[in-house]
């Protein structure tokens, strides 16, 4: 049946008909006049009814939206919505899937959204919500979701979380920011706490671990204030395995910072021991670096005998004229050219005995423990050309006792002088002299040659015993 006008009549059939445009031209209302309900209102029905069931993928009906595309009238269409059978349909089945397209280019149709049986939306291109997106978010693979901006939350406390991206970068531009926190609020015991967790994995499933395996990695990048500014890595966290024996574990742990030329060294080393409740230590990164241990340094046990090190350094430096046959010891403390001036005979072996005051009161060291002396470095030089002799000595003094005083050369070197403008190096360092605790360690020179000048500066390394 047709209808032409600019009114359509209304057709009265059970209380159901089409009614007229009151509206506007050109449209049409489809009018229930029946008292409205949950289950009344205009219905438009488009039936597929060819006698036989209908078949999966088959069309059920479809409504398109057709516009002039010219001025000869020629309709084309630019959306479309159409319904289409999931599966053949039987008594028991009635799955039905609205599709709908729109038209771009050279009227060609794309399909914009599927709406299936199984409640299933499918955007074949981007979405874009304006407003607040609520709800629960089924488990769905979404690979190209690039902004969540106001997201609040991710996941549930009893569901595991995967975040299977090989990068994640938090950014901000604000002071102090980005922030990451990791918080654990129960409150039924004082035990709880938060966790991050790094766990290396050989494979899908868990593969056998091997000694040497990195476990994980905290790194501290910056930048260098090249021309163009590098990224560099200024310090590091990291943590081996040390032994992966079954029932043998042990871990390695390692702190790092860029030593001088960028590279990462390790400064601090935490090694899993070889028993039960032992950590070794290794700290610092070889003979140059310094360990600075501002307070008091508590130990558990006494450190064996071969690790107590304790080394101290003496200088001992003087200058005098020689007399041709003679040591000679420091001037008297009383003297205005003390302490360095040399000029106080000790015979030519440098062990003639000294009284009391004359021991006590020339240059030297007094040592505070036995020891031993393991280096001594240092220059002289002396005019003339003849042999000169550098002696160090020990004089050891005895409480409420006026005996002489013989010293006890401890080492001695000998050179021959070239008139000052070479020095002698001083490099005593292979050999190990002895000395106890009230000790007092003193120099003495003697020039082969006779009214020769000669000059030392020197310093002594010793270690406690």
Known sequence: MAFTGKNIVPIVDGGAGLGSATKGWGGAFITNVTASSATEGGKLVLAANDGAVMASGHRLGVIEFKGAEDTSSTLTI?????????ATWSASENGASLKMYTTDANASESLVLTLDS????????????????????????????????????IGTASTALDITSDTVTFVSDSVNDPLVTIKNTDDS???????????NQRGTTAGAGQDGDTLGAINFQGFNDAGTPEEIQYSTIKSFIDDATDGQESGILKIGVASHDGSNDYGLILTGGSQANEVDVTLGLGASSVVTIPGGLSLGTDLPTNQQ???AYFTFKGYGTS???NYEIGEQMSDNKAPFLHDTSSGSDGLTAQTVQASIRTTGHVMP??????KWVGWSTSAGSGTV???LFRISPTASDDSDLTPVLLHNIQYTASGQDEMLAISENSFSVPFSAGDKIISAVKGGTSAKAWFLDSTLEVEWA
Do not use: C, M, W
């Not at 630019?78 to 999931?86: C, N, P, Q, V």
């Not at 979405?127 to 488990?139: C, H, I, P, S, Y």
């Not at 015991?189 to 766990?199: E, P, V, Y």
């Open 369 to 374: 423990y036995d020891g031993v002396i393991k």
């Open 118 to 153: 199984d409640k299933l939306a499918t955007f074949t291109g981007a979405v874009t919500v304006t407003g607040a997106l609520t709800g629960t978010l089924a488990t769905a693979s979404q690979p190209n979701v690039t902004t969540l901006a106001g997201l609040s939350a």
């Open 309 to 311: 090190k304790h080394l």
């Open 323 to 325: 007399d041709g046959s």
């Open 78 to 86: 630019g959306a479309r919505i159409e319904a289409l059978a999931d």
């Open 189 to 199: 015991s004082g035990s709880t706490d938060a966790r991050l967790h790094l766990l």
């Open 389 to 391: 002799d550098v002696g």
